[in-house]
């Protein structure tokens, strides 16, 4: 049900990405759209076209109505909210759009140009309505895209260029509409032009405009009576439950009763227990799951989609998704992601996955430095050496994620990843910077000077809170780990710092004048190519795009 739900989605939504492109062809000629208009309704008014199209739409309408009526409670977060609204609202905008335009064409032989169109509504209330209807219709398919892919990586790195996109295309076909319209306008306004104009469009007479308007009047009735229709048979399904309660209770959290049918995220919204649904409850996160403490024998087995996403996330035996179980027997249970005390976590500390660079940073010989010395004078030592450095990567905009003994793990959480890589080379350099007066200063007390490595890398991370209670945020994923094999090997190849040209490239680093060496990490399934920097002085130059006397370690 739910790729079928993406899948017809999907093809109403690049239907009406190029209806609304077509559109905004307006500003620039009329021929333009025309041109444009016929080769896309070569496909869409194709016979499998056709199929497709319309196809789509009813599945799409449907669904959203079995799920409607099939929903538990009608409580939801504002996005559900907001997408259910806009979808409702469509059909009755969109009937008058489809008999006016495919249906006169079909059963008139209307020649259903942008000109006719626009002609027939400028001036009018329905040319508001007809606008509000590519606002609402654009505004839910981009909800609806979003819910899907919100969680890959590659979406969440694209978002700024997606929000000017999801801007820019109805900007674009609204601007057009009102340069068409005001063209036509001025046609009409001239009594040959319009004479013309209506012979070229087989503009419809009074009788077809009486069917036309008969053939909405009709669909729009329907639309009433299924909407009617759903309503009453989920009052029905809502009355029926009322009469049988099932009690929940909710493994440090608050024990409920409610209405036997529902599932189990609906029964937490529905009673205003928290409970975690990055996807709304489709079954695609798994973020609603639960471990089942009592109970587990009166749920109905996983279906084949709760497992596989179950198997991928290595959840334990026992666990479920609370989405897709309706408790009839009293049930016990253990959300996964709960509220944090009196708080109910975010969706950043559940786990939001970034691009991001990363540094891994260890100091040379400490153990062989500090044996014999008193644990105070060893803390003493760490506290100045971190003091030295660590300003270098605040100040660059970047955190230390943890205290490694005597190293460290800093992220570097900007805006994108381009600022984030370039972060990570300032602080790089602000490191040397601190290191060499540091040292300085062990000189003047007789004391040999601190030698450091440094890997920077940049990646998918996942940023969340891990542990129990109010645990702190910290980051995870094989980019960090590349980052500390990387920081390994500075100290096998006798450099002070290696950079991978994925963090170089992301900087904006010119790299073709440079020798990469390509090393073998381990438990890093790929090899990475890196650039050995013998000088931490010269990261400023490399940042700055200049020559720097970079080496390739034999």
């Known amino acids: 049900m739910t790729r079928t739900r993406i899948v017809s989605g999907l093809i109403l939504l690049t239907y009406a990405l190029f209806h609304f492109l077509n559109i905004g062809m307006g500003l620039f000629s009329p021929a333009a759209m025309d041109v444009m208009r016929e080769s896309r309704q070569a496909i869409s008014r194709s016979l499998v076209g056709t199929i497709l199209l319309y196809g789509a739409l009813l599945i799409h309408a449907a669904l959203a109505v079995s799920a409607?009526?099939?929903?538990?409670?009608?409580?939801?977060?504002?996005?559900?909210?907001?997408?259910?609204?806009?979808?409702?609202?469509?059909?009755?905008?969109?009937?008058?759009?489809?008999?006016?335009?495919?249906?006169?064409?079909?059963?008139?032989?209307?020649?259903?140009?942008?000109?006719?169109?626009?002609?027939?509504?400028?001036?009018?209330?329905?040319?508001?309505?007809?606008?509000?209807?590519?606002?609402?219709?654009?505004?839910?398919?981009?909800?609806?895209?979003?819910?899907?892919?919100?969680?890959?990586?590659?979406?969440?790195?694209?978002?700024?260029?997606?929000?000017?996109?999801?801007?820019?295309?109805?900007?674009?076909?609204?601007?057009?509409?009102?340069?068409?319209?005001?063209?036509?306008?001025?046609?009409?306004?001239?009594?040959?032009?319009?004479?013309?104009?209506?012979r070229s469009y087989n503009w419809p007479d009074a009788p077809a405009f009486a069917v036309l308007i008969d053939w909405k009047e009709y669909a729009l009735k329907l639309v009433w009576l299924?909407?009617?229709?759903?309503?009453?048979?989920?009052?029905?399904?809502?009355?029926?439950?009322?009469?049988?309660?099932?009690?929940?209770?909710?493994?440090?959290?608050?024990?409920?009763?409610?209405?036997?049918?529902?599932?189990?995220?609906?029964?937490?919204?529905?009673?205003?227990?928290?409970?975690?649904?990055?996807?709304?409850?489709?079954?695609?996160?798994?973020?609603?799951?639960?471990?089942?403490?009592?109970?587990?024998?009166?749920?109905?087995?996983?279906?084949?989609?709760?497992?596989?996403?179950?198997?991928?996330?290595?959840?334990?035996?026992?666990?479920?998704?609370?989405?897709?179980?309706?408790?009839?027997?009293?049930?016990?249970?253990?959300?996964?992601?709960?509220?944090?005390?009196?708080?109910?976590?975010?969706?950043?500390?559940?786990?939001v996955e970034r691009r991001l660079a990363i540094l891994f940073l260890d100091m040379r010989g400490f153990t062989a430095r500090t044996t014999g010395q008193l644990p105070y004078d060893v803390v003493f030592l760490l506290n100045r050496f971190f003091d030295a450095i660590v300003p270098a990567i605040t100040n660059a905009?970047?955190?230390?994620?943890?205290?490694?003994?005597?190293?460290?793990?800093?992220?570097?959480?900007?805006?994108?990843?381009?600022?984030?890589?370039?972060?990570?080379?300032?602080?790089?350099?602000g490191i040397g910077t601190g290191l060499e007066q540091f040292n300085q200063g062990l000189e003047q007390e007789g004391a040999p000077p601190v030698r450091i490595g440094i890997g920077l890398h940049l990646g998918d991370v996942v940023l969340g809170e891990i542990g129990a209670g109010r645990a702190p945020r910290t980051i995870i994923g094989d980019a960090v780990n590349t980052?500390?094999?990387?920081?390994?090997?500075?100290?096998?190849?006798?450099?002070?710092?290696?950079?991978?040209?994925?963090?170089?490239?992301?900087?904006?680093?010119?790299?073709?004048?440079?020798?990469?060496?390509?090393?073998?990490?381990r438990g890093v399934d790929a090899p990475v190519e890196a650039l050995a920097i013998r000088d931490l002085a010269e990261v400023e130059a490399l940042s700055a795009r200049e020559v720097g006397r970079f080496v390739q370690p034999a």
């Open 397 to 429: 905009g970047g955190t230390v994620d943890k205290y490694l003994g005597d190293g460290l793990l800093a992220v570097f959480e900007t805006v994108d990843e381009a600022t984030s890589a370039r972060a990570a080379l300032a602080a790089a350099s």
């Open 68 to 198: 409607l009526v099939g929903r538990g409670t009608l409580r939801m977060p504002l996005r559900e909210a907001v997408q259910l609204a806009f979808g409702l609202t469509i059909p009755f905008f969109l009937i008058t759009h489809i008999i006016f335009t495919r249906g006169a064409h079909e059963w008139f032989g209307v020649n259903d140009q942008y000109g006719y169109l626009i002609g027939l509504i400028w001036g009018s209330a329905s040319a508001w309505t007809q606008s509000a209807l590519l606002l609402v219709v654009w505004i839910h398919g981009c909800i609806g895209l979003h819910v899907w892919l919100r969680g890959q990586s590659w979406w969440r790195r694209s978002q700024p260029w997606l929000i000017a996109l999801a801007v820019l295309v109805p900007g674009f076909a609204l601007a057009g509409f009102v340069a068409e319209g005001r063209r036509i306008a001025e046609a009409f306004g001239d009594a040959d032009q319009a004479q013309a104009l209506l």
């Open 226 to 351: 299924v909407i009617g229709l759903s309503a009453a048979i989920y009052g029905l399904r809502r009355l029926w439950r009322g009469r049988q309660s099932v009690s929940i209770s909710y493994v440090d959290g608050p024990k409920i009763a409610a209405p036997k049918g529902l599932t189990l995220l609906e029964m937490s919204r529905a009673r205003g227990v928290p409970h975690t649904s990055l996807c709304g409850g489709k079954g695609r996160c798994t973020t609603c799951r639960v471990v089942i403490a009592e109970g587990a024998e009166n749920l109905h087995p996983a279906s084949a989609a709760e497992a596989r996403s179950l198997a991928a996330v290595g959840a334990p035996p026992g666990t479920r998704l609370a989405c897709q179980i309706r408790p009839i027997e009293p049930l016990s249970v253990f959300r996964v992601f709960q509220p944090d005390g009196s708080r109910r976590r975010a969706h950043a500390s559940q786990g």
């Open 483 to 521: 980052a500390s094999r990387l920081e390994a090997k500075t100290k096998e190849l006798g450099v002070p710092l290696l950079a991978t040209r994925a963090l170089l490239d992301s900087a904006g680093v010119e790299t073709s004048s440079h020798s990469f060496i390509t090393l073998e990490l």
